[in-house]
C-alpha cells in the first residue's frame, strides 16, 4: 500500500488501486515531494508539465512590473507580465491561486479556513442540514434517554453539614455533576466525529465548485458506514480505558485521599486523550476520501498531524469556541423557557439543591439543543475536513491534483 494514498474523489474506488501504466511526466523541483495517485476507476494523475513551447511575449502593458524579488527569494518569472490590480508583493511574485470553489488551492490560512466552513454549509445547505438535523436528533435522544434511566439521582446537600461531612458532600456532589457530563460529552463526541468524517465527502466537492446533493452524499457514504462505526467504537473504547486507568486507583484507595488522586488521574487522563483525539483527528476523512481501513486511517492521520499538533489544536479549539457561543446563544432562550415550564427543578436550584429535570424541561431543552447542533455541528466538521484538505496540500502538493480534477487550465492531464 502507497503511503501516501491520493486524492480519491466522491465516487471513486479505492486510492490503492493500480494505476494504468501511464508513463509519469518528471515533477518540478518545488513538488517532487508529491507521491499521491489517482484511484481505480481514473487514470493515474498525470504530473505537473510545463507549459508549451515558448512564444514572444505579448508588447509590456501599462503598470508592467519589472522582476521583482519576493520573500524567501520567489523572483518573478522572467516575460510575465502584471495584470491590473495585481500586488505582487502579496502574491511573491506569482498569480494568485485558482479558486474553483471555496478555498483557494494552496496551503490555507486560520481564516479562509473559517471562512470555507461556512462557505461550505451555503452552498450546499440543504445536504449539510439534512445530515446534521438527523444526527442532531438522535443525539438529542441519545442524551434524553441516557439523563433520564441511567444516571444516578442527583446528589441532595445539606447546608447545614461541616467539617469532614461537608467535604465528603462536597466531593459527592463533584463526582455526580462530573457523572451527569459524561453522556453528553460521549454523545456529542460521536456525534461530530461522524458528522465530520461525512462532511469531508460534501466538502471534497465543494472544493472543486461543485454541487452534491442528499442523495450523492448518503451513497457516497453508506458503503464506508459499517467501518466508520468501527474506528469511532475503538476510539471510545481507547479513551474510555485511558479515563479507567487515570481514576481507578483513587476511587480504590477511597477517603479524601483517593478522591485527591482520582482527580489528578483524571487530569492526566484528559490531557492523553486531548493529545490522542487531535492525532486522530483526520482518521474519519482519510477513511471516507482515501478509502482506507480503520487501522490505515488511524496511521494516516498520524502522519498528516506530526509536526503540526499545535497548529491543528489551536484551529480545532477556536472552532469549538466558536460553536460554543453560537451554541449559548440559540439554548439560552430555550432553557429559560424550560424552567419557567418546569418551575419545581427551578425552585430545587434556588434552594441549593441537585435539581432533578422533569420531561417538559427535557423536551424544551432538547428542541433547543437540536437546533444548537444543527447549527454548529457543519462549523466544526467543516473546519476539520478543510484542514485535513489543508495538510494534504502543504505535505503532498493535493492542490496540483485537485487543479487537474477541476479542470484549471495548465494542470489538465496530457492528451486529454
Not at 29 to 43: M, T
Not at 331 to 340: N, V
Request: proline share 9%.
Amino acid at each position: 500500500m502507497n503511503d501516501s494514498p491520493g486524492w480519491a474523489p466522491p465516487g471513486s474506488a479505492s486510492s490503492d488501486g493500480e494505476n494504468s501504466g501511464t508513463p509519469p511526466v518528471s515533477d518540478p523541483p518545488e513538488r517532487a515531494h508529491a507521491s499521491s495517485k489517482w484511484s481505480q476507476e481514473q487514470p493515474p494523475a498525470a504530473q505537473w508539465s510545463s507549459p508549451g513551447p515558448s512564444h514572444t511575449p505579448p508588447p509590456q502593458p501599462p503598470g508592467w512590473a519589472g522582476p521583482q524579488q519576493g520573500p524567501g527569494g520567489w523572483g518573478q518569472v522572467p516575460g510575465q507580465f502584471r495584470p491590473p490590480g495585481t500586488n505582487w508583493n502579496q502574491n511573491y511574485g506569482r498569480l494568485p491561486a485558482a479558486k474553483p470553489g471555496v478555498i483557494p488551492l494552496r496551503p490555507l490560512g486560520v481564516g479562509e479556513i473559517l471562512d470555507g466552513a461556512v462557505s461550505t454549509a451555503r452552498a450546499h445547505w440543504r445536504t449539510v442540514l439534512g445530515l446534521t438535523l438527523a444526527v442532531a436528533v438522535l443525539a438529542q435522544v441519545a442524551e434524553l434517554a441516557a439523563t433520564r434511566f441511567l444516571l444516578p439521582t442527583p446528589t441532595t446537600i445539606d447546608p447545614h453539614a461541616t467539617g469532614a461531612q461537608a467535604i465528603n458532600q462536597a466531593l459527592d456532589s463533584l463526582q455526580s455533576s462530573l457523572l451527569s457530563l459524561t453522556p453528553p460529552l460521549i454523545i456529542g463526541q460521536l456525534a461530530t466525529l461522524f458528522t465530520t468524517a461525512v462532511l469531508a465527502l460534501v466538502a471534497s466537492r465543494s472544493v472543486l465548485g461543485r454541487t452534491v446533493s442528499p442523495g450523492d452524499a448518503w451513497a457516497e457514504a453508506r458503503p464506508r458506514l459499517l467501518s466508520l462505526c468501527g474506528l469511532f467504537g475503538l476510539l471510545i473504547v481507547a479513551f474510555a480505558a485511558i479515563t479507567a486507568v487515570g481514576i481507578l486507583p483513587g476511587v480504590l484507595l477511597g477517603g479524601g485521599g483517593g478522591a485527591a488522586l482520582a482527580a489528578l488521574g483524571g487530569l492526566a487522563a484528559c490531557v492523553v486523550t486531548l493529545w490522542l483525539y487531535v492525532r486522530f483527528i483526520f482518521a474519519g476523512p482519510a477513511l471516507m476520501l482515501e478509502r482506507q481501513g480503520i487501522a490505515q486511517s488511524l496511521r494516516r492521520s498520524a502522519k498528516l498531524t506530526n509536526g503540526s499538533w499545535w497548529r491543528i489544536f489551536g484551529i480545532t479549539m477556536l472552532a469549538w469556541l466558536l460553536a460554543v457561543i453560537v451554541a449559548m446563544i440559540i439554548e439560552l432562550p430555550f432553557a429559560a423557557i424550560a424552567m419557567m415550564v418546569d418551575s419545581s427543578s427551578f425552585d430545587t436550584i434556588l434552594n441549593g439543591n441537585a435539581p432533578d429535570f422533569g420531561w417538559s424541561y427535557l423536551i424544551i431543552s432538547g428542541i433547543g439543543g437540536v437546533i444548537a447542533a444543527a447549527v454548529t455541528y457543519p462549523l466544526v466538521g467543516g473546519v476539520t475536513a478543510l484542514l485535513y484538505i489543508d495538510q494534504r496540500i502543504r505535505r503532498e502538493a493535493l492542490d496540483l491534483e485537485l487543479a487537474r480534477a477541476a479542470g484549471i487550465p495548465g494542470h489538465t492531464n496530457p492528451g486529454s
